[in-house]
């Protein structure tokens, strides 16, 4: 069965069509990659799917329900994790207590929520930056907070927007292993990258979308090989004759 | 002795060094500027559930003390209400309103909200200016409401009238200790929690479950009530309301200054701003309020600006700063000690 199913789903900003007629699902414990060009509507899709926008048509199910218009803070109570493409951390709170805002998600308690975001991070391998504030962390360490604030709130699915943007090829091997772990523990992800070496590795199936509208799904190497894709990404004169 | 325990300890010093103060000083002036003291900060550790926790600037406090001081006084002056009573009555008043100007105002980003709060208690003030009789309330207008001072053997805890200086004293400090108590609390809890990473990143917020506008607004209801209940406090004090001493942006202005001197978003920010500007305000007042009135505000700005250009985050990161390292030196020797 399938965790998130968007349907014909279009974002109209005024006469901009960010998003056209998108549709696509996720299985249960499957990763799935949303590639495209700089600007084809991938970060507003994931917006939609997290609540931030609603979108002008089109449904959203997520787990067998219709969340098309529910509000971000809902979304995640339900089960949706997400990191931002800009990391957002909480500057005055240290690394834990950010983590802790997401895991009040699941409880009241405060030494509940102490210890879940101390698991989480220990996961992580933030387990000895728990004090720090953010702003004395590295942009890696900072990328990994992001992830460890969704996943402190116990989502079924994890929508990942560009983690590993910026990060030196060993940090993206790093984090292709934490998400690799997640996987592991059945986890579904739902993941935006511009890395392609990671982004093939990971993926169980991969949607390239260009100008908001869908031109190729497929697994990686499918993707990889098809004619739209590589015109969309290198222009007409590469595409195979 | 950890540097956790030794605060702690500290803090009970100086709490039971307070208590201890009318001992000590008995003159009723300076009773008074401590009076003061423990209500601005009272009232600024109101203030920093909205302005400090949630991030947001409320310029328009005073409307709130406004409406607890008005609200006794009626209720105390038309139907004999204790002031205790209409203190809650005020505050349940005022958490209404900072309901309904909460709701659709703290939506606003920056600015806009901080003017939005501060047209409305303009708004308010001009009203009561203009209006003698709120249908059966008596608000008199711009020239106040006049508490007659009840005759000494009458005055007491029933009508919150006291012939000398040291019950309102103790009374500020507990509401002063009670507020600091809450507010550590909160802070502490998931609605600290939620309202400090709402007020400095409210989208990854909500991403994180938290539905940041209802956190504000519930910040500016309990904000709103405690405020309010300082406003009655003033007006027994004083036993003279007038809209331009407890409906003014002067007020206002004030209580953001102190905590954003002392620190916004900490909860010794605000005793420490008001520790610091209370004494300026109330000795510029005192001997330049003739000849220089409004002085205290200049000063007051003055030093906001140079605190913003070297300590943005206001003062109490570095004092509290100053106070680790001058007291690791007598923590760390009873340690080598017993090695």
Known sequence: ?????IQDMTMQFGGLVAVDNLSLSIEKGKILGLIGPNGAGKSTAFNCVAGVYT???????????DVTSHKPWDLCKKGMGRTFQIVKPFAALTAMENVMVGAFATTDNRDKAAAKAADVMDMLGLGDKKDLKPGAMTIADRKCLEIAKALATNPKLLLLDEVMAGLRPTEVDEIIEIIRTLKAKGMTIFVI????????????????????????????????CDEKVIKAYLGDDYAPA | MTQNELKRNCLIGLALAAFALPLVVSSPTYL????????????????????GFAGVLPLGHSVFVGIGAYTSTVLWLQYGVSPWIGMIIGGLLSAAVGYLIGKPTLKMRGAYFALSTMAFVEGVRVMVENIDMLGPFKLNGPRGLNIPPLPAQEAGFWSFQFATKEPYYYIALTMLILVLALTYYISHSKFGYYLKSGGEEPEAAQALGVNVASCKVAANVLSAFLTSLAGTFLAQLTLFIYPKSVLTLDLSFELAFIALIGGRGSIAGPVIGALLLRPVSEFSRIYFSDTLPGLHLIILGVVLIVVMLYQ???????????????????????QEDTV
């Not at chain 1, 590795?201 to 497929?218: M, N, P, T, Y």
């Open chain 1, 1 to 5: 069965m399938s965790l998130l199913e």
């Open chain 2, 312 to 334: 943005p985050r206001g003062l109490t990161e570095p004092l509290l700063g100053l106070f680790d390292r001058i007291t690791a030196g007598f923590i760390r020797k009873p």
């Open chain 2, 32 to 51: 008074h500027i401590l009076i003061m003291l423990f209500l601005f900060a009272y009232m600024t550790t109101s203030w920093n559930l909205v302005g």
């Open chain 1, 193 to 224: 990258e511009h890395i392609m070496r990671a982004i093939m590795a990971l993926s169980d199936e991969i949607v390239v979308i260009q100008f908001g509208k869908k031109i190729c799904q497929g697994e990686p190497e499918a993707v990889a």
């Open chain 1, 55 to 65: 979108p002008t048509k089109g449904k959203i199910l997520f787990d067998g329900e």
